[in-house]
């Protein structure tokens, strides 16, 4: 996940950041564009904090172990 973006995703909710990438996209911004590669990892966190929130309490230790390690492998 090396792209370069830096914005904390909790910084706004999810639906800043869904109105923001709407007003990228009618405006014709590329989807390279560095806005738009940080709106949609911000969207990202926001679907993973949402899963994660729905099963908040039903997870295991364990379960939640291999989910800390596993999300942490993706970032080395």
């Known amino acids: 996940m090396a792209t370069g973006c830096v914005v904390e995703p909790a910084s706004k909710p999810m639906a ?10 009618a405006r014709g911004v590329a989807e390279g564009d560095e806005r738009v590669r940080e709106c949609r990892e911000a969207l990202a966190y926001w679907k993973v904090r949402q899963a994660i929130d729905a099963v908040r309490g039903r997870l295991s230790p364990i379960g939640i172990d291999v989910l800390v390690a596993e999300l942490l492998g993706m970032v080395r």
């Open 16 to 25: 800043s950041w869904r109105s923001e990438l709407g007003s990228l996209k």
